[in-house]
């Protein structure tokens, strides 16, 4: 189930975003939250699993035709294909009329979720 951040997650949403490569260090993982903050066209979306834990988090930007994941990022536990995919398909349950879209570092991401619905 993905749920919007809101700041009572902001301990939780800095664990699950330090899972992505580029954010290890803190002030650059407090950079991003920060950014995801201010504009009401980005969003942060907590990923629970099927046992309710929060597991993942993912980055979009929304757009008027398109939602961009500019990041995913899994508990090395629940890290598989099917739970990206199951999150990709909320996403695209949360934006029906918008495509999902990658970035240079997501594209294959979303590339393999699509395939999967061909």
């Given at each position: ?13 800095m664990g699950l975003l330090s899972f992505a490569p580029a954010l290890k260090k803190i002030d650059r993982l407090q950079a991003e ?86």
């Open positions: 189930m993905l749920l919007k951040y809101r700041n009572d997650y902001e301990k939780v949403a939250l920060q950014w995801y903050q201010n504009s009401d066209a980005r969003q942060l979306l907590l990923w629970k699993d099927v046992n309710q834990d929060f597991s993942g988090i993912v980055g979009a930007e929304l757009r008027p035709h398109f939602v961009v994941i500019r990041l995913i990022a899994l508990t090395p536990a629940v890290r598989t294909v099917d739970n990206t995919n199951m999150i990709l398909n909320e996403l695209q349950d949360m934006y029906p009329k918008q495509r999902i879209m990658g970035t240079l570092e997501t594209t294959h991401i979303v590339a393999k979720w699509e395939a999967s619905h061909e």
